[in-house]
């Protein structure tokens, strides 16, 4: 065989091998869901996918869109059976309301923006929706920023995420909602709703300045005791005593303030110091705890009120 033929033989052999080899087929819209796709990505800059992002046409009024209001809806017929992806099999709940976890949420955008999602509606970039691994499709759920306690109610339609230690994939206005678009990711609560709770939404432009996981969802007035329940006298901070007291939160709203005094209550029980509320000249409704006979006290106090809240309160100075 003359050497020209044997490099002849060899170009075909490997041109053939070539041929042979699997080639991953192309997602077309419609054929694969946003959690599919999004578990055979890898992150991108800005913790969403390469490729994905913000869209050309974001509307201008994102603070206007209203949070998801839970109510009953029948489970979707296939979304919530057990599957498998990434080689992990999940098992999704079929109750809502009985869910809590903290982890990495993530958003996606407009490169799924139009798909199919796992409950066969249209992905909604601007919607207050979710993609969760297990909770209820469809269903509800309250998710809080635990950087800056900003707090928001999605429906849960989709899928996943399933990369990383991400919990729960954000729709677009809820990530802006929460104020992660920027960094793309942020350690959340996740809280899931049942449709009859009692849902008093916190507004995302109510701060919170210290950090009470529980105090974005007030407690309902059947959660504690009517003796709870006695209308708070609202003190001004400027006319209050010299003692030291413990700020345990500061809402916009007085409802939201006398709220979460009644869950601190009752959370708290008879720590022999008294609860009040009290405002300042921002405008914010305070809750506090006290009096201390100095901050010595008060901040061991603190300390050990941060174990039963999962929070540090904050010492507020005469």
Not at 95 to 109: H, Q
Not at 157 to 166: E, H, I, K, T
Not at 222 to 237: G, I, Q, R
Request: proline share 8%; charged share 20%.
């Amino acid at each position: 065989m003359s050497k020209k033929t044997a490099v002849l033989i060899l170009a075909t052999l490997l041109l053939a091998a070539c041929g042979a080899l699997p080639h991953r087929k192309a997602a077309t819209p419609g054929t694969t869901t946003p959690a599919e796709n999004r578990a055979a990505g890898a992150p991108g800059v800005g913790g969403y996918l390469a490729g994905d992002g913000p869209g050309a046409d974001i509307p201008v009024n994102l603070d206007a869109i209203p949070d998801a209001v839970p109510k009953n809806e029948p489970l979707h017929r296939y979304a919530n059976r057990p599957y498998v992806a990434l080689g992990k099999t999940y098992k999704p709940l079929t109750v809502a309301g009985k869910f809590k976890e903290r982890g990495i949420a993530s958003w996606y955008g407009k490169k799924f923006n139009g798909e199919r999602t796992s409950s066969g509606e249209t992905y909604d970039m601007y919607a207050m929706t979710a993609a969760h691994p297990t909770l209820p499709v469809p269903s509800y759920a309250r998710v809080t920023n635990l950087a800056n306690q900003k707090s928001v109610i999605v429906r849960i339609n989709d899928r996943g995420p399933f990369l990383s230690d991400r919990v729960i994939d954000l729709s677009y206005t809820a990530a802006y909602k929460l104020g992660i678009l920027g960094d793309g990711s942020a350690e959340v609560k996740v809280e899931s709703l049942a449709a009859n709770a009692s849902i008093i939404p916190m507004a995302a432009s109510e701060p919170v300045q210290s950090k009470p996981l529980e105090s974005s969802a007030p407690a309902a007035a059947a959660d504690v005791p009517e003796t709870a329940l006695v209308p708070v006298a609202l003190a001004s901070l400027e006319n209050s005593d010299n003692d030291v007291y413990l700020q345990l939160g500061a809402f916009e709203s007085q409802q939201n303030a006398e709220s979460f005094l009644v869950r601190m209550r009752t959370e708290l029980g008879n720590t022999g110091k008294q609860f009040k509320l009290s405002t300042t000249k921002d405008g914010l409704v305070r809750v506090h705890i006290g009096p201390y006979a100095n901050q010595s006290e008060a901040r061991s106090s603190a300390e050990s009120l941060e174990g039963k809240l999962g929070f540090k309160p904050m010492v507020n100075l005469p």
